[in-house]
C-alpha cells in the first residue's frame, strides 16, 4: 500500500484526487481488515486449516488423520476452499453424535462402530471407508527375538505370559477415549473369552476373565487419550513397546531408523487383531442455523470422492495405510516392510464386535474394576491472579472431578482403587487433601472448592511438593500423574531447573500435565510437561473437553 502510494505521487496523479485516493486507502484497509480476522478467527478456532476462498468444510477427525494433512492442504488449494479439521477422540466424536449439536459437516473417526454406536438419530450419510488399518502390538526388535514372537504366531495369552513373569510393560491409549485402546481392549476380551461367535454381557462377570484382564492392563505403562500422541510419547521415552495403528509404528519406525534406535517390530495378536476402517461420513441438521446443506453435502462429496479416487488411495497407501483388506499395491515394499514384521499379504479378518450395550458395559468394567488404578496429584492455583475467571473456570473443573455423575457420563469416574490428592497453592502450598475412590471424593467438594483466592504463584515449589509427597508413598501399583490447573505464571523463588532436577532424582515416570486457565502463560508449564513427558490443555474454551482428555492421559 505504501509503495503504490509513493508511485502514485511521482505521477502527480495523488495530489489532483486526494479525497478518492483516501476513501480509495481506507476501502482497502477495511477489506485486508476483515480477511485478517475471519481468517484469523477460523484458524484460531480450529485445529488445521487448510486452502483458502469464501467455501469452508468443516471436519471433525480422529488425530491419526493427521498423517493425511498433505492430501487435505493440496485438495484445498487446488480447489481454491477451505477444509477446516478438529481432532478429538473417536469416543469423544461418538459422545458429540449423540448430543445432539455437531458443529461440523463431516466426522472422521477412526472405526465405523463410533459413528454406529452415536448416530442414534440417523444424521450421519454418504459414510464410507478412506482407509484400512490394524491395530497392532508393536515390540522392540531385540526383545521381539528375546521372547521368540519373529516369525511365529502369537496370541493375546502370550502377550499376558510376557507380562506375567516381567518380560514385557507397554504403552497403550485409553480404551475409554480413543479407539485404537478401546479396539485392543475388545481384542484381548474376545481372545480371553476363547473368541466366542459373540461377546454376551453374561462373560463380562466371568471372575477369571476380569483376573486375566487386570493383569494384562496391569503391563500398560503409560496411557494416552490419542493415538498420534502415543506415537510421540513413544518416540520420546524409554519403553518396551506399543499398541497403537500398523500405520503409526510404520511412521514411528521412520523416525527410530533415521535417529539411528532400535526399531519396532510388528505383532499382529492372532486372536484379537481388530481393524480400524477410518469412515468419513457427512453430517445432515447440524444444528447451524443458516446453513446451505445442499451446498455443504456437495463440497463433502467431492472430496470424499477425491480421497477414493485410485491416485488418491495410493498417495494414501504411501503413509502406512491400507486401502484394501487384501494387501497393497505392488511396488510398496519400502514402506510395508517385511523385516519389520509387516504382513501384506496377510488377509484382515475382522472380529465380531459386541453388541452396543455390551460394548459400553465393558468400557465401565474398565474403567471402573480393570484398569490401572491412578495416583492422581492435582495442584490448585489459588493466587491472586486467578480470581474471577480463572478461579471461576477451576472451580467448574472440579465440579467435573468430583461429582461422579457427570464424570462417569464421560467414562472418567474414579475407581475404588483410585488415590486422587488435592493441593491447592498460591505463596505456599496448603493441604494436601486425600481420596481414594469415588465416595471419599465427592466428600472432599466443599474442602477443595472453599479455598481462599490470592497471593501470589509458588507454580515451581507446588510442583516439589507433588515430588516429594510421590518420594514418600507407596504406590501400590498406580500409575502416577501431576496434573496442574492454573494460569501459568510462577512469581515465587525457584527456577525450572530446580524442578528438572527434583524429577530426576526421582526416577519415577511421572507425567505432569496441566490445564490452563485464566489469562493464561503457558511457557513454563510447557518446560515442565517437556521433560516429564506430559502435556498442556487449554481449559478456557472447553472445560469438559480439556478435562476429559488429560484424565485420558493418565
Same mark, same amino acid.
Given at each position: 500500500?505504501? +509503495?503504490?502510494?509513493?508511485?502514485?505521487?511521482?505521477?502527480?496523479?495523488?495530489?489532483?484526487?486526494?479525497?478518492?485516493?483516501?476513501?480509495?486507502?481506507?476501502?482497502?484497509?477495511?477489506?485486508?481488515?476483515?480477511?485478517?480476522?475471519? +481468517?484469523?478467527?477460523?484458524?484460531?478456532?480450529?485445529?488445521?486449516?487448510?486452502?483458502?476462498?469464501?467455501?469452508? @468444510?468443516?471436519?471433525?477427525?480422529?488425530?491419526?488423520?493427521?498423517?493425511?494433512?498433505?492430501?487435505?492442504?493440496?485438495?484445498?488449494?487446488?480447489?481454491?476452499?477451505?477444509?477446516?479439521?478438529?481432532?478429538?477422540?473417536?469416543?469423544?466424536?461418538?459422545?458429540?453424535?449423540?448430543?445432539?449439536?455437531?458443529?461440523?459437516?463431516?466426522?472422521?473417526?477412526?472405526?465405523?462402530?463410533?459413528?454406529?454406536?452415536?448416530?442414534?438419530?440417523?444424521?450421519?450419510?454418504?459414510?464410507?471407508?478412506?482407509?484400512?488399518?490394524?491395530?497392532?502390538?508393536?515390540?522392540?526388535?531385540?526383545?521381539?527375538?528375546?521372547?521368540?514372537?519373529?516369525?511365529?504366531?502369537?496370541?493375546?495369552?502370550?502377550?499376558?505370559?510376557?507380562?506375567?513373569?516381567?518380560?514385557?510393560?507397554?504403552?497403550?491409549? &485409553?480404551?475409554?477415549?480413543?479407539?485404537?485402546?478401546?479396539?485392543?481392549? !475388545?481384542?484381548?476380551?474376545?481372545?480371553?473369552?476363547?473368541?466366542?461367535?459373540?461377546?454376551?454381557?453374561?462373560?463380562?462377570?466371568?471372575?477369571? @476373565?476380569?483376573?486375566?484382564?487386570? *493383569?494384562?492392563?496391569?503391563?500398560?505403562?503409560?496411557?494416552?487419550?490419542? =493415538? $498420534?500422541?502415543?506415537?510421540?510419547?513413544?518416540?520420546?521415552?524409554?519403553?518396551?513397546?506399543?499398541?497403537?495403528?500398523?500405520?503409526?509404528?510404520?511412521?514411528?519406525?521412520?523416525?527410530?531408523?533415521?535417529?539411528?534406535?532400535?526399531?519396532?517390530?510388528?505383532?499382529?495378536?492372532?486372536?484379537?487383531?481388530?481393524?480400524?476402517?477410518?469412515?468419513?461420513?457427512?453430517?445432515?441438521?447440524?444444528?447451524?442455523?443458516?446453513?446451505?446443506?445442499?451446498?455443504? +453435502? %456437495?463440497?463433502?462429496?467431492?472430496?470424499?470422492?477425491?480421497?477414493?479416487?485410485?491416485?488418491?488411495?495410493?498417495?494414501?497407501?504411501?503413509?502406512?495405510?491400507?486401502?484394501?483388506?487384501?494387501?497393497?499395491?505392488?511396488?510398496?515394499?519400502?514402506?510395508?516392510?517385511?523385516?519389520?514384521?509387516?504382513?501384506?499379504?496377510?488377509?484382515?479378518?475382522?472380529?465380531?464386535?459386541?453388541?452396543?450395550?455390551?460394548?459400553?458395559?465393558?468400557?465401565?468394567?474398565?474403567?471402573?474394576?480393570?484398569?490401572?488404578?491412578?495416583?492422581?496429584?492435582?495442584?490448585?492455583?489459588?493466587?491472586?491472579?486467578?480470581?474471577?475467571?480463572?478461579?471461576?473456570?477451576?472451580? &467448574?473443573?472440579?465440579?467435573?472431578?468430583?461429582?461422579?455423575?457427570?464424570?462417569?457420563?464421560?467414562?472418567?469416574?474414579?475407581?475404588?482403587? *483410585? !488415590?486422587?490428592?488435592?493441593?491447592?497453592?498460591?505463596?505456599?502450598?496448603?493441604?494436601?487433601?486425600?481420596?481414594?475412590?469415588?465416595?471419599?471424593?465427592?466428600?472432599?467438594?466443599?474442602?477443595?472448592?472453599?479455598?481462599?483466592?490470592?497471593?501470589?504463584?509458588?507454580?515451581?515449589?507446588?510442583?516439589?511438593?507433588?515430588?516429594?509427597?510421590?518420594? =514418600?508413598?507407596?504406590?501400590?501399583?498406580?500409575?502416577?500423574?501431576?496434573?496442574?490447573?492454573?494460569?501459568?505464571?510462577?512469581?515465587?523463588?525457584?527456577?525450572?531447573?530446580?524442578?528438572?532436577?527434583?524429577?530426576?532424582?526421582?526416577?519415577?515416570?511421572?507425567?505432569?500435565?496441566?490445564?490452563?486457565?485464566?489469562?493464561?502463560?503457558?511457557?513454563?508449564?510447557?518446560? @515442565?510437561?517437556?521433560?516429564?513427558?506430559?502435556?498442556?490443555?487449554?481449559?478456557?474454551? $472447553? @472445560?469438559?473437553? %480439556?478435562?476429559?482428555?488429560?484424565?485420558?492421559?493418565?
Amino acid at each position: 500500500m505504501k +509503495e503504490r502510494s509513493r508511485n502514485a505521487a511521482g505521477t502527480g496523479r495523488r495530489s489532483r484526487c486526494p479525497a478518492v485516493w483516501l476513501l480509495l486507502v481506507i476501502t482497502a484497509l477495511m477489506l485486508v481488515s476483515c480477511t485478517l480476522t475471519r +481468517e484469523t478467527d477460523v484458524s484460531g478456532t480450529y485445529d488445521a486449516l487448510f486452502g483458502s476462498g469464501k467455501d469452508i @468444510l468443516r471436519i471433525v477427525a480422529g488425530s491419526e488423520n493427521r498423517v493425511l494433512e498433505p492430501i487435505l492442504d493440496a485438495y484445498a488449494r487446488k480447489e481454491k476452499i477451505r477444509i477446516a479439521v478438529d481432532y478429538h477422540g473417536s469416543l469423544d466424536i461418538m459422545r458429540m453424535l449423540q448430543g445432539g449439536t455437531v458443529p461440523y459437516d463431516a466426522v472422521w473417526p477412526a472405526s465405523s462402530l463410533w459413528i454406529s454406536l452415536g448416530d442414534e438419530t440417523h444424521r450421519v450419510r454418504h459414510a464410507s471407508s478412506t482407509s484400512i488399518t490394524p491395530v497392532v502390538l508393536g515390540v522392540r526388535r531385540d526383545l521381539a527375538g528375546e521372547l521368540g514372537w519373529t516369525g511365529r504366531q502369537v496370541y493375546v495369552r502370550d502377550l499376558l505370559t510376557a507380562i506375567r513373569e516381567g518380560k514385557l510393560r507397554f504403552t497403550m491409549t &485409553s480404551a475409554t477415549q480413543s479407539n485404537s485402546g478401546a479396539s485392543a481392549y !475388545i481384542g484381548f476380551l474376545y481372545a480371553l473369552l476363547d473368541e466366542p461367535a459373540e461377546i454376551t454381557l453374561a462373560d463380562l462377570q466371568d471372575p477369571g @476373565l476380569q483376573d486375566d484382564l487386570r *493383569e494384562l492392563l496391569g503391563g500398560i505403562e503409560r496411557s494416552s487419550g490419542s =493415538s $498420534d500422541w502415543l506415537k510421540d510419547l513413544y518416540l520420546k521415552g524409554d519403553y518396551d513397546a506399543m499398541m497403537n495403528y500398523e500405520a503409526l509404528i510404520i511412521d514411528a519406525n521412520r523416525t527410530l531408523e533415521a535417529e539411528g534406535r532400535e526399531t519396532l517390530y510388528v505383532i499382529y495378536l492372532e486372536d484379537g487383531t481388530l481393524l480400524a476402517d477410518s469412515p468419513l461420513g457427512f453430517v445432515t441438521q447440524n444444528g447451524e442455523e443458516g446453513r446451505d446443506e445442499a451446498h455443504q +453435502e %456437495a463440497l463433502f462429496r467431492a472430496l470424499q470422492d477425491h480421497l477414493l479416487s485410485e491416485p488418491v488411495q495410493l498417495e494414501i497407501q504411501k503413509t502406512g495405510r491400507r486401502t484394501d483388506m487384501n494387501g497393497v499395491a505392488p511396488g510398496l515394499e519400502s514402506i510395508f516392510r517385511s523385516d519389520q514384521g509387516i504382513d501384506t499379504e496377510r488377509i484382515l479378518s475382522p472380529i465380531n464386535m459386541p453388541r452396543a450395550e455390551v460394548l459400553m458395559a465393558a468400557l465401565d468394567l474398565y474403567q471402573n474394576e480393570l484398569r490401572r488404578p491412578g495416583y492422581n496429584i492435582y495442584l490448585l492455583d489459588h493466587s491472586g491472579s486467578m480470581s474471577g475467571r480463572g478461579i471461576s473456570q477451576l472451580r &467448574s473443573a472440579l465440579d467435573l472431578i468430583m461429582d461422579q455423575e457427570r464424570s462417569g457420563a464421560l467414562l472418567l469416574q474414579a475407581s475404588e482403587e *483410585e !488415590i486422587n490428592v488435592f493441593i491447592p497453592f498460591s505463596d505456599y502450598c496448603y493441604g494436601p487433601l486425600t481420596a481414594q475412590g469415588p465416595d471419599e471424593l465427592e466428600a472432599l467438594r466443599d474442602a477443595v472448592q472453599n479455598t481462599r483466592v490470592g497471593g501470589g504463584t509458588a507454580l515451581f515449589e507446588a510442583v516439589r511438593e507433588a515430588l516429594r509427597l510421590l518420594d =514418600s508413598t507407596d504406590l501400590g501399583g498406580r500409575r502416577p500423574a501431576v496434573i496442574v490447573l492454573t494460569d501459568g505464571m510462577n512469581t515465587s523463588p525457584g527456577s525450572m531447573e530446580e524442578v528438572e532436577a527434583a524429577y530426576r532424582a526421582l526416577d519415577l515416570d511421572v507425567p505432569i500435565f496441566a490445564i490452563l486457565f485464566g489469562d493464561a502463560h503457558a511457557d513454563e508449564l510447557e518446560g @515442565l510437561a517437556a521433560f516429564s513427558h506430559g502435556r498442556v490443555f487449554d481449559g478456557r474454551e $472447553d @472445560l469438559v473437553q %480439556a478435562f476429559a482428555t488429560v484424565r485420558g492421559y493418565n
